[in-house]
């Protein structure tokens, strides 16, 4: 490959990074309308293996919105990221990715009795992101996010 080709590999890396990044801080800090833009227009995600929904990135947007409220504490991690870019016939990169990535999600339920949060989690859930994203005029943009939800964890 070419060094043009190199630099422009690692841009679209860092780019994809950056939606995975933002992806978990707009659900982190319930900002659903970063949520939304974090995808293509006919973006979809799913969450069913997680007891979620599957849909539009709005409608999913919506249910999450509604869903985190049980959950005013909550901090996403999203680590092990294995990006694969798609490349063209001259080796440069092309213009769809997927992501593979690992998430622990440590997260509070929301203190029924008054209705603050206690900053200690008690609910934790792990397992796998599959997310497809594609080169859009607006930059990379998520097409699908799948949850593959392995475990979860509530203390007795």
């Given amino acids: 490959m070419t060094q043009r080709v190199d630099l422009a590999t690692v841009m ?21 309308a970063a949520y939304r833009a974090l995808f293509a227009p006919a973006g979809r995600a799913d969450y069913t293996s ?21 959950f005013p504490v ?3 991690l ?9 490349q063209d016939r001259g080796g440069a990169p ?7 990535a690992d998430f622990l999600n440590p997260m509070r339920l929301a203190d029924g009795r008054s209705g603050a949060a206690v900053t200690t989690p008690n609910f934790v859930a792990a397992g796998r992101y599959a997310f497809a994203l594609a080169r859009t005029a607006d930059g ?17």
């Fill in 50 to 70: 997680a007891g979620g929904v599957e849909g539009p990135a709005g409608e999913v947007a919506d249910w999450l919105e509604r869903t985190m409220e049980l």
């Fill in 140 to 156: 990379w943009r998520l097409t699908r996010v799948t949850v593959h939800e392995k475990w979860r964890h509530m203390p007795a």
């Fill in 78 to 86: 999203i680590v092990n990221r294995l990006i694969r870019l798609e």
């Fill in 94 to 100: 092309g213009d769809t990715a997927g992501v593979r």
């Fill in 12 to 32: 679209d890396r860092l780019a994809i990074d950056e939606v995975v990044s933002g992806y978990a801080a707009a659900v982190d800090d319930g900002d659903w």
């Fill in 74 to 76: 909550r901090q996403h």
